[in-house]
C-alpha cells in the first residue's frame, strides 16, 4: 500500500524493506553523523553530479520535523 508516508519503489526494483541487506539502524546511524553524510554526498556528486531538476512537492520524508 502506498500511502502519505511510503513511496512506490521504482520499475524494476523492490521496495527497500525487502532487501535484506538494507541495513535500516545502520542508515540512521550514518545520517546522524552529518560530517560524514556531507562527505559521502560530495563523493557522489564526484561521480554523478549535481542533483537538478524540480523538488518533490508535498513529499517531506518519513520524519520531517526531525
Known sequence: MV???RR???AGY???WDYPNANL???ERFMSDR???ERFR???TLYVGEVNG???PGWL???PGQ
Do not use: T, Y
Request: charged share 10%; aromatic share 4%; hydrophobic share 35%.
Open 35 to 37: 560530517a560524514l553524510a
Open 8 to 10: 512506490q519503489a521504482p
Open 14 to 16: 523492490r521496495p527497500i
Open 54 to 56: 524540480d523538488p518533490s
Open 42 to 44: 560530495q563523493q557522489l
Open 3 to 5: 500511502g502519505p508516508h
Open 25 to 27: 539502524q545502520g542508515f
Open 61 to 63: 520524508g518519513l520524519h
